[in-house]
């Protein structure tokens, strides 16, 4: 039987840039690109697990502010043997103390223009990055 995982992603926009982070592609993760966020755990809310993620990926961010849903999608492909993953990626304001300081499951950070963004993120994050840009509203 298929399982079902729903990931929340959140899209940092800060003076025209995306906040972009390089996995760590340890532990069958794939070395890309792509926006903060994680699994929800049992019983949470969407917004409960975007806060609670880019707090534990973006040890250092402060006052954050969840906005609308800019896209959602079904992964293609199955992880974990049979399981099947959602993705749902809001628009996140937030502020950091300094530079973003990023947990272990990341290897890397980047403020990136929309250009940059459209050549590093993953392709499942772009629609979301380009929503965005575009000021889209849910």
């Not at 697990?49 to 969840?66: A, G, K, M």
């Not at 990023?102 to 629609?127: G, R, V």
Request: hydrophobic share 40%; with cysteine.
């Amino acid at each position: 039987m298929q399982t079902f995982y729903v990931g929340i992603k959140g899209v940092i926009i800060r003076d025209d840039k995306v906040l972009l982070l390089r996995a760590n592609g340890g532990k069958g993760r794939r070395d890309i690109w792509e926006a903060p966020g994680g699994r929800i755990d049992d019983e949470e809310s969407m917004q409960e697990t975007l806060t609670r993620e880019l707090h534990e990926e973006l040890q250092n961010i402060t006052d954050v502010h969840i906005g609308g849903i800019l896209h959602a999608t079904r992964l293609p492909w199955i992880i974990d043997g049979t399981n099947s993953l959602t993705l749902v990626f809001f628009q996140v304001s937030a502020d950091f103390d300094g530079d973003p300081q990023i947990s272990d499951e990341h290897m890397d950070w980047k403020w990136c223009t929309l250009d940059e963004a459209m050549e590093l993120a993953n392709d499942i994050t772009l629609p979301a990055i380009e929503a965005a840009f575009a000021g889209k509203k849910p």
